[in-house]
């Protein structure tokens, strides 16, 4: 598969501290084991020109006190909080070349955040997403891509979960209702 670099970009989705390190709040071994991966596309994926971008999942403290129903706390306890080692990315991955690095404060990474205007100011059509976890931010920004129309490409093999067959789940469920996956050996970043 060949992707145009100029209207590609690569989104790389929560690989935090809080989530890929084994010290941190909800450490899945699955989120540690995509940063190799991952960090080997940001890297093809730069040299031949593509946008990198980064999001951080990130929440204030008080996030959800005052909130009717929607509770990450609740559902997850407190991790990656505002200003926190685990809201940090993690030092394996090469984000000093990052393009823009997105903070978020839900599973999309399009809620209530500059990554649409970002992406269409850019002329981007086509989004590679990898990162964790794959049955829930991955897959929301995924989903929420699609509806935007964007072309949102999941790749399989720089995707984290906290278990097999939630990676599984979401990847069947991301092919058959609003995007493509794909392995990492499979794309191209090679202007047309």
Request: with cysteine.
């Amino acid at each position: 598969m060949n992707l145009e670099p100029a209207r590609t970009a690569v989104v790389v989705v929560d690989m935090q501290n809080g989530f890929c390190h084994p010290d941190g709040a909800l450490y899945a071994p699955g989120s540690e084991a995509a940063i190799e991966p991952v960090g080997e596309l940001v890297d093809r994926a730069t040299d031949a020109g593509a946008s990198i971008l980064y999001t951080r999942d990130v929440h204030p403290p008080e996030q959800f006190e005052d909130t009717h129903y929607y509770d990450e706390f609740d559902q997850w306890g407190e991790h990656v909080l505002e200003g926190s080692w685990g809201a940090q990315i993690v030092d394996e991955l090469p984000t000093e070349a990052a393009d823009n690095v997105v903070e978020k404060h839900t599973y999309d990474a399009f809620y209530e955040t500059e990554l649409e205007g970002w992406l269409n100011a850019r002329g981007v059509d086509d989004l590679v997403l990898c990162g964790t976890l794959a049955n829930v931010c991955v897959l929301h920004t995924g989903g929420s891509a699609g509806l935007r129309d964007f072309r949102p490409l999941l790749v399989e093999d720089c995707i984290g979960a906290i278990e097999d067959d939630h990676r599984e789940y979401a990847l069947d469920h991301a092919e058959w209702l609003f995007g493509e996956v794909v392995e990492s050996t499979d794309l191209e970043f090679a202007a047309e």
